[in-house]
């Protein structure tokens, strides 16, 4: 009993335990309602290629709610860094275009960051207002410089750089699958176990407060901005390689990335953030309109099922307090408790 419950304590504090359990239903409820698809390798190889672009953004996007602010931005990233990558790779020779062409790509993402950084440290835009102008203003730059057309990768599933970043692996896994939980490991040792994630969330809990324990507020803004530029970056190279085209709207996914980081369990106020939660987040959200639509069940109800499940998720992440089952039935117990004291008080107090 004692093993059971020092096991039980242990799974209920992983960070995105409870998100993960509910990933896990999300399975087991999508293979009995439809049986002939999700018990077939391929719908997850499926998502193990559509949900890592999302992933990665929304990773970066929970480092910067962490510290409190929001970042709106990033779908003009992804497409701003598309167009840098495909001009490189058409420009250059093909032997080294597409190294040129990432590389771009990443110095695009840090521009916008760096620049969406300065405008909420150094002028003191609220981010939610700076990036929002920036979304507008990158995705009409990459508009106009691609001429608002599409630009095809000639060659690119012969080119190393494609094998590289979302070739086919172990299994015929997916790479980018490999890709997004190295940066989902990388980021949580950095917002966990490193002085600038320690920065961050001092900041996300009350800015003030850090500057007086020596953090220096304006220039870690700066820096999370700018690594959420290239992490934006790196989402919008894996969408154009991936496919092998670039289009101005490829960055579409503002939404399941906001969703993906809430229903993970980080704090919309800031200050606590859950790396691992949004890496099963975004699994969940992105498997949910395959889902539904293998249950046979009519594609009017997709969004009513994701808006029921956010919701629930969410509700679950508020219950717990800290995102973990732990705490969620540690206050059931102690509500039952206090239930049965104070009704054996009214009992006492009746028959006094």
């Given at each position: 009993?004692?093993?059971?419950?020092?096991?039980?304590?242990?799974?209920?504090?992983?960070?995105?335990?409870?998100?993960?359990?509910?990933?896990?239903?999300?399975?087991?409820?999508?293979?009995?309602?439809?049986?002939?698809?999700?018990?077939?390798?391929?719908?997850?190889?499926?998502?193990?290629?559509?949900?890592?672009?999302?992933?990665?953004?929304?990773?970066?996007?929970?480092?910067?709610?962490?510290a409190g602010e929001i970042d709106l931005s990033f779908p003009a990233v992804v497409s701003l860094s598309g167009f840098a990558l495909s001009w490189g790779w058409k420009t250059f020779d093909p032997a080294y275009g597409?190294?040129?062409?990432?590389?771009?790509?990443?110095?695009?993402?840090?521009?916008?960051?760096?620049?969406?950084?300065?405008?909420?440290?150094?002028?003191?835009?609220?981010?939610?207002?700076?990036?929002?102008?920036?979304?507008?203003?990158?995705?009409?730059?990459?508009?106009?410089?691609?001429?608002?057309?599409?630009?095809?990768?000639?060659?690119?599933?012969?080119?190393?750089?494609?094998?590289?970043?979302?070739?086919?692996?172990?299994?015929?896994?997916p790479l980018q699958a490999f890709w997004s939980l190295a940066l989902a490991v990388f980021l949580w040792f950095l917002l966990n176990r490193h002085k600038f994630g320690e920065s961050v969330m001092f900041i996300g809990?009350?800015?003030n407060v850090a500057r007086v324990m020596g953090v220096n507020v304006e220039a870690t803004r700066i820096r999370l901005f700018t690594l959420h530029g290239m992490i934006a970056a790196f989402a919008g190279i894996i969408?154009?390689?991936?496919?092998?085209?670039?289009?101005?709207?490829?960055?579409?996914?503002?939404?399941?990335?906001?969703?993906?980081?809430?229903?993970?369990?980080?704090?919309?106020?800031?200050?606590?953030?859950?790396?691992?939660?949004?890496?099963?987040?975004?699994?969940?959200?992105?498997?949910?309109?395959?889902?539904?639509?293998?249950?046979?069940?009519?594609?009017?109800?997709?969004?009513?099922?994701?808006?029921?499940?956010?919701?629930?998720?969410?509700?679950?992440?508020?219950?717990?307090?800290?995102?973990?089952?732990?705490?969620?039935?540690?206050?059931?117990?102690?509500?039952?408790?206090?239930?049965?004291?104070?009704?054996?008080?009214?009992?006492?107090?009746?028959?006094?």
């Open positions: 009993m004692n093993f059971l419950k020092a096991v039980y304590k242990f799974f209920g504090r992983l960070e995105g335990f409870a998100i993960a359990t509910v990933l896990l239903v999300l399975y087991l409820v999508l293979i009995m309602a439809a049986p002939t698809v999700f018990t077939r390798p391929m719908i997850y190889f499926s998502f193990l290629e559509t949900v890592p672009p999302t992933l990665i953004a929304a990773l970066g996007l929970t480092l910067v709610i962490t597409a190294v040129i062409g990432v590389v771009l790509a990443l110095a695009a993402g840090a521009l916008v960051g760096y620049v969406n950084g300065l405008m909420v440290a150094r002028i003191g835009v609220p981010s939610i207002m700076a990036t929002l102008a920036a979304n507008f203003f990158w995705y009409g730059i990459s508009i106009l410089l691609a001429g608002g057309l599409q630009q095809t990768l000639k060659g690119s599933d012969e080119n190393f750089v494609h094998e590289l970043l979302v070739g086919r692996s172990f299994f015929n896994v809990d009350n800015a969408v154009t390689l991936d496919i092998g085209v670039f289009y101005p709207d490829q960055g579409n996914f503002l939404l399941p990335a906001m969703a993906s980081v809430f229903v993970g369990g980080t704090s919309i106020a800031g200050g606590a953030g859950s790396i691992f939660g949004t890496f099963f987040g975004s699994y969940v959200i992105g498997s949910l309109a395959a889902g539904v639509v293998a249950t046979t069940i009519s594609g009017y109800w997709v969004q009513v099922v994701e808006g029921g499940v956010m919701a629930a998720v969410v509700v679950l992440n508020a219950a717990t307090g800290k995102g973990d089952f732990a705490s969620l039935f540690g206050r059931f117990r102690s509500k039952g408790v206090q239930e049965f004291g104070s009704s054996g008080a009214q009992k006492d107090e009746r028959a006094g």
